[in-house]
C-alpha cells in the first residue's frame, strides 16, 4: 500500500476503515503531508515496524517518506539512548539515527519555525523547541538559540 498527499491521521484512519485489507499487507509506504508522527503512532500501536524514513527536500518544502512491515514484536526503531518513544515518534527514529543532511535541514526549520514562534510570543512552544533543537544537535552536534537545553 503506498499513500501519498495526505495527513498521517487521514492514513490512519483509511487504513483502520479495511482492517482485512491491512492484514494481507506486506508493506506500507506513506508520504504525510503532515502528522508523520501520527501515522507512526499509529503503525507502532498496530505491529508494524519502521523500516525506512527519509526526508526529502524540495523547494524549501520538506517531505518525509517512510515504510513500514508487519512484525508481532516491538519495534527495535523506537529505541534510542537519548529520545523517549513519544519524542521518536515526532522525530523519526531512523532520521535521528540516520544524520543526513536532508534531515539536519529539516531539524533546523522546525526549530526555527517554533523559535519564530516564541521570538512572537507565542506560548507553550519552549519544550517543542528544546526538542527539535535536542534533534539537530544529535544530527549535527550544533548548539541552536537561547532556547536549547539538553535533557
Same mark, same amino acid.
Given at each position: 500500500? @503506498?499513500?501519498?498527499?495526505?495527513? $498521517?491521521? @487521514?492514513?490512519? %484512519? /483509511?487504513?483502520? #476503515?479495511?482492517?482485512?485489507?491491512?492484514?494481507?499487507?506486506?508493506? /506500507?509506504?506513506?508520504?504525510?503531508?503532515?502528522? &508523520? +508522527?501520527?501515522? %507512526?503512532?499509529? #503503525?507502532?500501536? %498496530?505491529?508494524?515496524?519502521? %523500516?525506512? *524514513? *527519509?526526508?526529502?527536500?524540495? !523547494?524549501?518544502?520538506?517531505?518525509?517518506?517512510?515504510?513500514?512491515?508487519?512484525?508481532p514484536e516491538e519495534d527495535p526503531a523506537y529505541r534510542h539512548p537519548r529520545f523517549t518513544k513519544?519524542?521518536?515518534?515526532?522525530?523519526?527514529?531512523?532520521?535521528?539515527?540516520?544524520?543526513?543532511? &536532508?534531515?539536519? &535541514?529539516?531539524? $533546523?526549520?522546525?526549530?526555527?519555525?517554533?523559535?519564530?514562534? /516564541?521570538?512572537? $510570543?507565542?506560548?507553550?512552544?519552549?519544550? *517543542?523547541? &528544546?526538542?527539535?533543537?535536542?534533534?539537530?544537535?544529535?544530527? @549535527? !552536534?550544533?548548539?541552536?538559540?537561547?532556547?536549547?537545553? +539538553?535533557?
Amino acid at each position: 500500500l @503506498t499513500m501519498a498527499g495526505m495527513s $498521517g491521521d @487521514t492514513m490512519a %484512519r /483509511i487504513c483502520d #476503515a479495511r482492517p482485512a485489507v491491512v492484514a494481507a499487507l506486506a508493506q /506500507i509506504v506513506v508520504q504525510p503531508n503532515s502528522g &508523520a +508522527e501520527v501515522f %507512526r503512532r499509529w #503503525a507502532s500501536s %498496530r505491529g508494524w515496524h519502521l %523500516r525506512t *524514513e *527519509e526526508v526529502i527536500a524540495e !523547494n524549501g518544502r520538506y517531505f518525509q517518506v517512510l515504510a513500514f512491515s508487519p512484525r508481532p514484536e516491538e519495534d527495535p526503531a523506537y529505541r534510542h539512548p537519548r529520545f523517549t518513544k513519544d519524542e521518536l515518534f515526532a522525530l523519526g527514529p531512523l532520521l535521528v539515527a540516520g544524520a543526513s543532511p &536532508a534531515t539536519a &535541514a529539516y531539524y $533546523g526549520a522546525q526549530v526555527a519555525r517554533v523559535g519564530a514562534l /516564541i521570538d512572537a $510570543g507565542v506560548p507553550g512552544f519552549t519544550d *517543542e523547541h &528544546a526538542l527539535w533543537s535536542r534533534a539537530l544537535h544529535s544530527t @549535527t !552536534n550544533a548548539v541552536v538559540g537561547p532556547y536549547f537545553c +539538553e535533557k
